[in-house]
């Protein structure tokens, strides 16, 4: 060998040992820099920073539907219907032919008050009942062509405001806010219906009971939008 390759062979000793060098963790710490310590402080930071947003989405949560309310009950105006009959028409609109229990079921209300909106409804013309194939005695609640009309005259007048003023918005906005409420809604169902094991029951006193209870359901549902 010669000394020219000697000394590379050496060099690239050199490099490798230095190589294994930098890769070494002192004991305790990650690879990115600071103990485990830290980095299980600065979780914890962000899971408070989660958990304070969070609250803040669930505030606003009440005075939205009640501003939403109002805004679809001026909309309505002159066509006799309530903010409660818009949402199961809207059902109706989206979901086709349902039952009342379904209807129920989807709107997430007894069904008493269901089966007033659709005879009010009926009266004015905008839904009728038709023969239900899967079950006799329980009939199907459909739109008529009136109730379609209805519902197409507010959808199409409330899509133009939603775009205009919500313009800045992009559909990856509105797909994380769909998704944020959707497991909102999750985790409220299961607090409302008590399938959570409280942190006495589980064995584990690390877990740390839900401090917050869910919102009193109001009595007619925030309409669904576009």
Known sequence: MSVDEGDAAGWKGVEHKDAERKDVTPKGCTREGGTREDVERKGAVESAAVEDLLHDVIR?????HRTIVRAVEREL???GM???EHALLDALRTQGPRTVPQLARSLDLDRQPVQRWVNHAADLGLVVTAPNPAHRRSSLIQLT???SEVMRGIQDSVSAELRRG???LSAADVSTALRVLDRLGEEFRH????SHVPPEESGN???QDATHTAPTQPTEPSPTTP
């Open 82 to 84: 309530t903010a409660g």
């Open 166 to 168: 919500l313009a800045d």
């Open 145 to 147: 062509t009136e109730g």
């Open 77 to 79: 105006q002159g066509t």
């Open 205 to 207: 006193p690390d877990i």
């Open 60 to 64: 606003r949560l009440w005075p939205l």
């Open 191 to 194: 607090l409302a219906d008590g």
